[in-house]
């Protein structure tokens, strides 16, 4: 019953976001838990967020931007210092991956993540993008 109500849960938020969001029910020790979420914008750009949390190293958020066919972003975010070292010490190994693959990656930069500031008269629905022409309806 919890995984189904996790798929509805993700469903749910695709059809809202106007994106595909994914649950990440994989049997994978290290991971806490994790999402995927993937949007197409009308210039052919996709983006592709990957939030994880590894009981290791802690919140990692993957944006990822893929644009002209095969050119592709990636921002790295994390807090945890051993992580973001593992990365820079891969990074030659994940290009020359990419490039086998045909993907030539533009941009590979490693971030501190935002920190998000909490007010009490913040508004939920400050970051609504106005393009989205969506409605939602509930019946009872």
Same mark, same amino acid.
């Given at each position: 019953?919890?995984?189904?109500?996790? &798929?509805?849960?993700?469903?749910?938020?695709?059809? *809202?976001?106007? /994106?595909? /969001?994914?649950? *990440? $029910?994989?049997?994978? #020790?290290?991971?806490?838990? =994790?999402?995927?979420?993937?949007?197409?914008?009308?210039?052919?750009?996709?983006?592709?967020?990957?939030?994880?949390?590894?009981?290791?190293? =802690?919140?990692?958020?993957?944006?990822?931007? !893929?644009?002209?066919?095969?050119?592709?972003?990636?921002? &790295?975010?994390?807090?945890?210092?051993?992580?973001?070292?593992?990365?820079?010490?891969?990074?030659?190994?994940?290009?020359?991956? !990419?490039?086998?693959?045909?993907?030539?990656?533009?941009?590979?930069?490693?971030?501190?993540?935002?920190?998000?500031?909490? /007010?009490?008269?913040?508004? $939920?629905?400050?970051?609504?993008? #106005?393009? &989205?022409?969506?409605?939602?309806?509930?019946? &009872?």
């Amino acid at each position: 019953d919890k995984l189904s109500l996790q &798929i509805d849960n993700y469903q749910l938020q695709s059809y *809202l976001s106007n /994106s595909a /969001s994914l649950y *990440l $029910p994989f049997d994978w #020790d290290d991971m806490e838990n =994790g999402k995927i979420e993937i949007k197409h914008s009308e210039d052919d750009t996709f983006f592709c967020n990957i939030d994880l949390k590894l009981k290791e190293y =802690g919140e990692v958020n993957l944006k990822l931007a !893929l644009y002209d066919t095969n050119q592709l972003n990636i921002h &790295i975010y994390s807090q945890n210092d051993e992580f973001k070292k593992i990365v820079r010490e891969n990074l030659g190994e994940l290009k020359s991956a !990419l490039i086998d693959a045909k993907i030539t990656p533009r941009q590979i930069k490693i971030f501190e993540p935002k920190i998000k500031q909490t /007010s009490p008269y913040a508004s $939920p629905y400050e970051n609504i993008n #106005d393009d &989205i022409k969506m409605g939602f309806e509930i019946k &009872i």
